[in-house]
């Protein structure tokens, strides 16, 4: 069983900073892209920023320059430092790991990340 356990959300203000954290446990074989997707209420769920197993990272236009995307191998974590918010980052913002072989997908239950002043 894996489990993908997510913590740094909360309520900032434009502007503000957030660092998001996903842990990844259980029986994963070999971990190759990790990264955040967002959902916002009534839109569907988009990816933000991904990271392969090489180091290669990917940003959505809209938190380019903004987010940075990192990850620690050793501790099966990847980290979104959100900088610069925005009101329009507000979403559950859900982690989400692919299996580097069996290219099986694992997704966190969300953590909410709300931007107002």
């Known amino acids: 069983q894996v489990q993908l356990v997510e913590s740094g959300g909360g309520l900032v203000q434009p502007g503000g900073s957030l660092r998001l954290s996903c842990v990844a446990s259980g029986s994963i074989y070999g971990i190759g892209d990790m990264g955040w997707y967002r959902q916002a209420p009534g839109k569907e769920r988009e990816l933000v920023a991904l990271?392969?197993?090489?180091?290669?990272?990917n940003y959505d236009d809209s938190v380019k320059g903004r987010f940075t995307l990192s990850r620690d191998n050793v501790k099966t974590t990847v980290y979104l430092q959100m900088s610069s918010l925005k009101v329009e980052d507000t979403a559950v913002y859900h982690c989400?790991?692919?299996?580097?072989?069996?290219?099986?997908?694992?997704w966190g239950q969300g953590i909410q990340v709300t931007v107002s002043s």
């Open positions: 989400y790991i692919r299996e580097l072989v069996r290219r099986f997908e694992y």
């Open positions: 990271v392969s197993s090489s180091g290669r990272t």
